[in-house]
């Protein structure tokens, strides 16, 4: 399935953020993934909906490459996981976060950020501040994220995910156990990066805050791609 | 059964056969240990098979790790655990000829020291196999088996030269074999060779019709939730 | 509204389309961006020294382990003069062995609360520096076991080195370095299967056996004088290099076995 054209012309063919091709993955007997083959444009911020076990989580896991796909490729900006010229280059333009916090309950915020900022090459101080600030917290807060609220250790999980400015966002469930309105500043959030020009893929079950932002709705079931809408009914939502 | 296999199973009945005609009737009786060192012509080709096939689980491993085929996997586990049978032959072998020879059951003596260690390290193997779970487990075991393999030659020459350090009863009996000897151990080993294959080629017709089943029941699951 | 106190609190500002903008962390412009290595493994290995520091887990059960085991030991046999030079090498070992199984087995355990692998992996830092971070952290340990410990054999066994001495620092780095290495690949392997714990010292204990063989025969020789260590010491060395090696060439497949 091809998504919908961009709106502005563009002069040469860009290269897609993601494509999937023939993507399948199996859990044993378990099929998460059915032959899936899509193309996502680069810089547009896609909803990935679906039923629990539909398979959504797994797809962005694959996206992510943390999956190795029973059948089947992943290709990310150009790039092939387990291709040639798949160097690791690939995993610095990508920022992933879901439901396990991927955070050192013993450390603070602010160290786990700066662990992580290490992890990528970034000895900036400064940017792990503003990434916390960004997603509405405290650098100075001294607390071990253990202590945080659920609410405050996604936030923190969001910041550890965009740090290192990433081209392509991945996030699986980031508003659960977020308060409404704190949800509604990371949707401008997210916002203003796709307007930046990055990518982001959101998994969630909160369409609706999302119903403005996103540029393309995906729906999924069965471990496969059932449409693509860009409006969404907001009947078929909670 | 298909005829081929009868064919190959008879064969190495005759072998088999034919070597215990070898090892016990035709090869000269050992002078000081007397019938007993017959055993010898089951201990050691046992063991030179065992070898044999811990090696082909060696290069199945790597084979896996670079091209990630089932066939390669299948192999690996095929070879660990029939090697490992001959390896537990080798293992009972020893001690039912050491007793009536030294008196002992066991001495800690450098080929059958190296062998329990080995012994151990390839049933670690098949452990691990067994309590993994799903797409790791080929992927974990051929790791180990490369630590395996490559701990072999350090068993062997760091038992070796405890020994010489600390003697004690050495199983086996050290010096040369007799010529007339030589044909029972090398007919004895052809057969086990040919036993070794019949084996692996059961147990590898076992490991495929499992993993058939699995994927066939994972395509049935992948095509029943075809989208609406 | 602050967003400082730990219950929760909404987000403080709305960004707008310029705040976000220059609030954006944003990368230089190099797309080939990878973290140099010595940086990530001096990193990891410091975050994981500061929260052993503060939490002094693998310190403290692997100390009181030792001992037990020290006085256990005590009982099977009579410490008296030559007979304890002879039989301490291998206890000594024993212990550390058993000590050392304690921290291996919890190399990992802050990794796999809240899958921090996966930040790892889908991270550019190679996976090599991880391990040796990992392995090096444990090395640390065990040595601060070591030193700990020893004054205690030498006191309960009333214990005198004949041999060269200096050559007991060489065997225990050797020796310590062969466990650790092994342990920390065999502990991310037991992530993966059940009885994690049963697991590691069950795929460990065979394949060390030619080092604990090499690091107790060289620590009884060097004790009693009795001859040259050289072979063990060498045999040490190289079983190092070796494993390490296979370490190093096979930790990124099994990080990413899933």
């Not at chain 2, 070898?22 to 065992?50: C, K, N």
């Not at chain 3, 065979?206 to 025969?217: D, R």
Request: aromatic share 12%; proline share 5%.
């Amino acid at each position: 399935m091809t998504p919908t054209a961009a709106a502005v012309p563009q002069a040469a063919e860009p290269v897609p953020a993601v494509v999937l091709t023939g993507l399948t993955k199996q859990f044993g007997r378990f099929a998460a993934l059915r032959n899936v083959s899509a193309e996502f444009a680069e810089g547009k911020l896609y909803v990935i909906l679906g039923e629990n076990g539909a398979g959504k989580s797994t797809m962005l896991r694959a996206i992510a490459g943390l999956l190795r796909p029973t059948n089947g490729s992943v290709s990310v900006f150009g790039a092939q996981y387990g291709g040639l010229d798949s160097g690791r280059w690939i995993l610095g333009q990508l920022g992933y976060m879901a439901h396990p916090s991927l955070l050192y309950d013993e450390m603070s915020a602010m160290e786990n950020l700066i662990y992580s900022a290490r992890l990528h090459g970034i000895d900036d101080e400064a940017r792990c501040s503003d990434a916390i600030r960004l997603v509405g917290l405290d650098p100075a807060l001294n607390r071990p994220v253990g202590q945080y609220s659920q609410g405050m250790r996604q936030r923190t999980s969001l910041a550890r995910a965009l740090l290192h400015d990433p081209r392509l966002l991945l996030l699986d469930e980031p508003f659960s156990n977020v308060d409404v309105a704190s949800a509604r500043g990371m949707v401008q959030l997210l916002s203003h990066m796709r307007d930046a020009g990055k990518t982001i893929f959101v998994v969630t079950h909160q369409a609706r805050l999302l119903a403005q932002a996103a540029d393309e709705f995906v729906w999924i079931h069965s471990g496969n791609i059932e449409s693509r809408v860009t409006t969404l009914d907001l009947e078929l939502v909670q | 059964m298909k005829t081929p296999v009868l064919i190959a199973i008879a064969v190495v009945v005759a072998l088999l056969a034919f070597g215990l005609y070898q090892g016990l009737v035709v090869a000269p009786t050992e002078q000081t240990m007397g019938d007993v060192q017959r055993i010898f012509y089951y201990h050691v080709p046992s063991a030179w098979t065992g070898i044999l096939l811990f090696t082909a689980n060696f290069f199945a491993s790597i084979w896996y790790l670079f091209r990630r085929t089932t066939v390669s996997d299948s192999i690996a586990v095929t070879t660990a655990e029939v090697g490992l049978v001959f390896w537990t032959i080798v293992l009972i072998t020893g001690p039912i000829w050491a007793r009536p020879v030294w008196g002992i059951w066991w001495t800690w003596d450098a080929r059958l020291t190296s062998t329990l260690v080995l012994w151990l390290i390839y049933v670690s193997y098949l452990i691990v196999r067994r309590f993994s779970s799903g797409g790791q487990t080929a992927v974990l075991a051929a790791a180990l088996a490369v630590f395996g393999f490559a701990d072999v030659p350090f068993v062997y020459l760091s038992i070796w030269y405890f020994r010489t350090q600390h003697p004690q009863p050495v199983i086996g009996g050290g010096g040369k074999l007799d010529p007339a000897m030589w044909h029972a151990v090398l007919y004895n080993w052809l057969a086990f060779i040919a036993f070794a294959l019949v084996l692996c080629w059961f147990r590898y017709q076992l490991e495929r019709k499992q993993r058939d089943v699995e994927e066939t029941l994972a395509l049935e699951s992948l095509l029943e939730g075809s989208p609406r | 509204m602050r967003a400082g106190s730990v219950k929760d609190g909404a987000m403080s500002t709305t960004p707008t389309a310029t705040t976000a903008a220059m609030a954006v962390p944003r990368a230089p412009a190099t797309e080939k961006a990878i973290a140099p290595a010595p940086k990530v493994l001096f990193a990891t290995l410091m975050k994981d020294l500061r929260l052993e520091w503060r939490s002094k887990d693998a310190i403290n059960s692997m100390v009181f382990f030792a001992l037990l085991v020290v006085v256990v030991f005590s009982f099977s046999f009579d410490p008296t003069g030559d007979d304890a030079r002879r039989i301490a090498g291998g206890l000594i070992w024993v212990a550390f062995l058993f000590a050392a199984v304690v921290a291996l087995g919890q190399t990992w355990a802050r990794e796999i609360r809240n899958q921090v692998l996966d930040a790892y992996r889908v991270s550019t830092a190679p996976a090599n520096d991880l391990f040796l971070a990992k392995a090096l952290g444990n090395f640390l340990f065990v040595t601060v076991l070591e030193v700990v410990m020893t004054p205690l054999f030498v006191v309960f066994y009333n214990l005198r080195v004949i041999g060269p001495a200096y050559l007991l620092p060489v065997v225990a780095v050797l020796g310590t370095w062969a466990l650790v290495v092994n342990g920390t690949f065999f502990a991310a392997i037991s992530l993966r299967t059940r009885s994690r714990e049963v697991m590691l010292p069950l795929i460990l204990f065979p394949i060390s056996i030619p080092a604990l063989l090499g690091m107790v025969e060289a620590t009884k020789i060097v004790l009693t004088g009795e001859s040259s260590a050289k072979f063990w010491i060498v045999l040490l060395a190289v079983y190092d290099l070796v494993f390490t090696t296979v370490c190093l060439t096979l930790f990124e497949t099994v990080l990413d076995a899933e």
